[in-house]
C-alpha cells in the first residue's frame, strides 16, 4: 500500500501559478504510473496528467502547455506545476499512484485532495 498527502493548493487570481506537491509514503521509484486527476462541484473526476517511471507522460487537453508534471523518484514525490490558470481549473485536485501495469482493474491509491482556486 501507499499512502498519499498533497499540498501546494490555493487561491490565485487569474493567469497565475501553483504547483501542487503529492508525497508518498513509501518510494515510489517501482511505482509505474502517478497521476493528477481533478473534480469540479457538480462534474466527476477527471484525469489532469499522468508521469510513468519510464518518464512517460500525457496531458487532458485542457490543460495541454499550461500544466507540467513530473515525479522526483528520490523525494518520493509527484509534482503538478500549474501555469496560466484559468477560472475553469478550479477544483479539488487529487494525487493517483498506480504501482503495477497489470491489473483489471489496475490497483489504484488515492489522496485526500488539495482545493485550487482560480478567481477571475
Known amino acids: 500500500q501507499v499512502q498519499l498527502v498533497e499540498s501546494g493548493g490555493g487561491l490565485v487570481q487569474t493567469g497565475g501559478s501553483l504547483r501542487l506537491s503529492c508525497a508518498a509514503s513509501?518510494?515510489?521509484?517501482?511505482?509505474?504510473?502517478m497521476g493528477w486527476y481533478r473534480q469540479a462541484p457538480g462534474k466527476q473526476r477527471e484525469l489532469v496528467a499522468t508521469?510513468?517511471?519510464?518518464?512517460?507522460?500525457n496531458y487532458a487537453d485542457s490543460v495541454k502547455g499550461r500544466f507540467t508534471i513530473s515525479r522526483d523518484n528520490a523525494k518520493n514525490t509527484a509534482y503538478l506545476q500549474m501555469n496560466s490558470l484559468k477560472p475553469e481549473d478550479t477544483a479539488v485536485y487529487y494525487c493517483?499512484?498506480?504501482?503495477?501495469?497489470?491489473?483489471?482493474?489496475?490497483?489504484?491509491?488515492w489522496g485526500q485532495g488539495t482545493q485550487v482556486t482560480v478567481s477571475s
Open positions: 493517483n499512484a498506480r504501482p503495477s501495469i497489470y491489473g483489471v482493474p489496475p490497483t489504484l491509491y
Open positions: 513509501r518510494s515510489i521509484f517501482s511505482i509505474y504510473q
Open positions: 508521469v510513468t517511471n519510464g518518464g512517460s507522460t
